[in-house]
């Protein structure tokens, strides 16, 4: 399955869409570390909820990303197909968010890696999810 997807990456039918996606979810994965971390360590969160708030604006962030540069030959345009796609993604994303969470809390509290760590590993396992539900539901391709 690793093999076929880092293929799929180089020279696929949608290579250039999924290596867009890909350095999208790699830019919001930044952030949402940055945002985790200041939610925890500055402002004293604990990890789930800082997780929890970090996952929502980053999903702002990549629906706005994703719209204007990954899916851009179907991008939501106009007001009302623009939030549509916001809410849709909102589902597909927000269904993905305790497939993360279980995968953080998990790793934390049973493996006991470090919270930060825990987090991309979650985020990197849910990619997949978030991909194939967006792709086929928020910009329909």
Known sequence: MIRSFLR???DGP???QLRRFVIVGIVAAGVQMGLLW???DSAGLHYL???????????????VLNNAWTFEASQNTG?????????????VRG???????GVLFGFVEWVHVPYLLANGMAIALSGVY???LDARWTWGS
Request: overall charge positive.
């Open 8 to 10: 799929s990456l180089v």
């Open 14 to 16: 949608f290579a250039r």
């Open 38 to 40: 200041a939610f925890v």
């Open 49 to 63: 909820l800082g997780a929890v708030i970090a996952i929502e604006i980053t999903i702002v962030l990549s629906y």
């Open 79 to 91: 007001t009302t197909e623009y939030l549509a796609g916001l809410l849709k993604t909102n589902v």
């Open 95 to 101: 269904t993905a968010i305790p497939i993360q969470l």
């Open 130 to 132: 978030r991909y194939v």
